[in-house]
C-alpha cells in the first residue's frame, strides 16, 4: 500500500496543503506546533476514521471555517483510489471514494487504507489509563474487521441510553421491578453487541500475542517474556491471555505461559452471553447507586506483563519502550497478514524516545517495501541508514517551505 498524494484544506492548522510523495521514506521536520503531527493524524484518520487527538471534529476544521477536508490517492495492491473525506463542524462528514458518494461516511471509509501509528503518546499504553489500551486495541480492529465499527457504536448507543435511564431513575418515579425492566430492556442490545465485541478482541489477542512476544524476545536479546492479559468484567474461560476482574483464583503463577497452554478464545458465543447476561444481572443494585453501566468491555483492560511481573508497577522506561515498540511491529504484521495490504506506517517524533539500539531495531524488522512518514524536530538523532534516500519536506507554520531529497 502507498499513498501518492495527500491535500488538506482547512484541516488544523493548514488552509492549503499539498504533499506528493514518490519514495518510501518521507522525513517531516520542523519546529515544535508547526503542524508535523497534524499529516500523520489525517493519514491515520483516512485508515481508523478517528482521531486519538481530537474529542470532536470541530477540533479538526481551521478556525472560522465550516469544515476541512482530506484528499488522498492511494495505491493498493490491485487498483488506485481517490478518497476525498468532508469534516464538518456540526459532526457529520460525507465522503467519496473514486469520486462515488458513500451512505455511511465513518463504515465507508474503512477498508481502504490502512496505517500504523506510533507517537510519543503511545508510550502511555503502559502506563496510562484503561482507555487508552482499550483505544488501541480498537483503533486496530476498526481496520481489521469492517463489523467491528457498527459494533462499538450500537454498543455505545445502548450504553449511553441505559447510563441515562439509571442516572434519572430517583427522579422518574418508578417501581424497583419496572426500572429493572427497562433496564433490562438496554441489557438485552448490551449484551448481543458487547459479546461480539469481547470476542473480537480476544481472537485478535490471541493472534497478536505471539506475534509481540516473539518481538519482545529478539529486543531483550532473549531475556524477556511479555504477556498480554485480557482483563475482564465479564468471567471468561481461564487462559493465559483473559482474566475475570473478579477471579482471584489465578495466581501469579499460572499466567506464565510456558506452563499452561493456552485454549482457543473462539467460545460458544452462548455461554459468552449467559456469562455477560450473569454479570449484568449481579450488578444491577451496584449500577443503580453509581448511576452507570458498569460491565461491558468499556470497562476492560489490557495487562502487560514481563516475566510475569505487571509492566505498569515494574517495567523500567526502557522496557517500556520495548513492549510498545514490540506491540508496534506485531500490529504491522496483523495487519499485513489478515489485510493482504502491507500498511503505511507513521512514525511521530519517536526516535527522540527511542535509543540507537532500539532505532535499529525497528529499521532492521521493517517490512522490507513499507511505505513510512516521519516526523522530527532535527535530523541529528536519526540513524544515517534511516535518512538515505528519504524524502525531507520542511514545514514552517502550516505551510510546506521546502521539499527535497536526502543523500545521506
Not at 40 to 60: K, Q, Y
Not at 167 to 173: R, T
Not at 205 to 225: A, G, H, V, W, Y
Not at 267 to 292: C, I, M, P, V
Request: charge should be positive; charged fraction near 25%.
Amino acid at each position: 500500500m502507498f499513498l501518492k498524494k495527500l491535500k488538506l484544506v482547512n484541516y488544523r492548522n493548514y488552509l492549503d496543503f499539498e504533499g506528493k510523495f514518490d519514495h518510501l521514506k518521507t522525513i517531516i521536520i520542523g519546529q515544535n506546533a508547526q503542524g508535523k503531527t497534524n499529516i500523520l493524524e489525517a493519514i491515520n484518520i483516512l485508515a481508523t476514521a478517528h482521531s486519538n487527538r481530537a474529542e470532536r471534529d470541530n477540533d479538526l476544521v481551521y478556525w472560522n471555517k465550516e469544515h476541512a477536508l482530506i484528499f488522498a490517492t492511494v495505491q493498493t495492491q490491485n487498483s488506485n483510489l481517490e478518497i476525498a473525506l468532508q469534516i464538518n463542524t456540526t459532526g457529520r462528514r460525507k465522503l467519496k471514494i473514486n469520486d462515488v458518494p458513500k451512505k455511511a461516511p465513518q463504515a465507508d471509509l474503512l477498508g481502504n487504507f490502512f496505517a500504523v501509528m506510533f507517537s510519543c503518546e503511545d508510550m502511555y499504553l503502559i502506563k496510562g489509563s484503561p482507555s487508552i489500551r482499550r483505544n488501541w486495541i480498537d483503533s486496530v480492529l476498526f481496520q481489521l474487521d469492517s463489523k467491528y465499527h457498527r459494533l462499538t457504536q450500537d454498543y455505545q448507543k445502548s450504553t449511553t441510553q441505559k447510563n441515562s435511564l439509571l442516572k434519572q431513575s430517583f427522579e422518574s418515579g418508578l417501581s424497583r421491578k419496572a426500572l429493572k425492566e427497562q433496564v433490562e430492556i438496554w441489557n438485552n442490545q448490551i449484551i448481543n453487541s458487547g459479546s461480539e465485541i469481547l470476542a473480537t478482541r480476544l481472537k485478535f489477542l490471541e493472534d497478536i500475542r505471539p506475534i509481540t512476544r516473539d518481538f519482545q524476545k529478539n529486543i531483550s536479546k532473549q531475556n524477556e517474556n511479555l504477556d498480554l492479559i485480557y482483563k475482564s468484567t465479564v468471567q471468561l474461560p481461564d487462559c493465559v491471555i483473559a482474566r475475570s476482574f473478579s477471579d482471584e483464583a489465578i495466581s501469579q503463577k499460572q499466567y506464565r505461559s510456558n506452563e499452561i497452554a493456552s485454549p482457543s478464545v473462539r467460545n460458544d458465543k452462548e455461554t459468552l452471553k449467559s456469562r455477560f447476561k450473569k454479570a449484568l444481572d449481579e450488578s444491577f443494585e451496584a449500577e443503580l447507586a453509581r448511576g452507570q453501566s458498569l460491565i461491558g468491555p468499556h470497562r476492560d483492560d489490557l495487562l502487560f506483563l514481563i516475566n510475569d511481573k505487571e509492566a505498569k508497577s515494574f517495567a523500567s522506561q526502557g522496557q517500556q519502550r520495548s513492549i510498545v515498540l514490540a506491540l508496534k511491529l506485531a500490529e504491522l504484521k496483523i495487519i499485513e497478514k489478515r489485510r493482504g495490504e502491507i500498511p503505511v506506517l507513521l512514525l511521530d517524533d519517536v526516535f527522540a524516545e527511542l535509543d540507537e539500539s532500539r532505532q535499529d531495531f525497528l529499521l532492521h524488522n521493517l517490512p522490507k517495501d513499507i511505505q513510512t512518514f516521519l516526523t522530527t524536530t532535527h535530523l541529528s538523532g536519526i540513524q544515517k541508514e534511516f535518512l538515505r534516500g528519504a524524502q525531507i519536506l520542511e514545514i514552517r507554520n502550516g505551510q510546506l517551505v521546502e521539499s527535497a531529497e536526502c543523500g545521506v
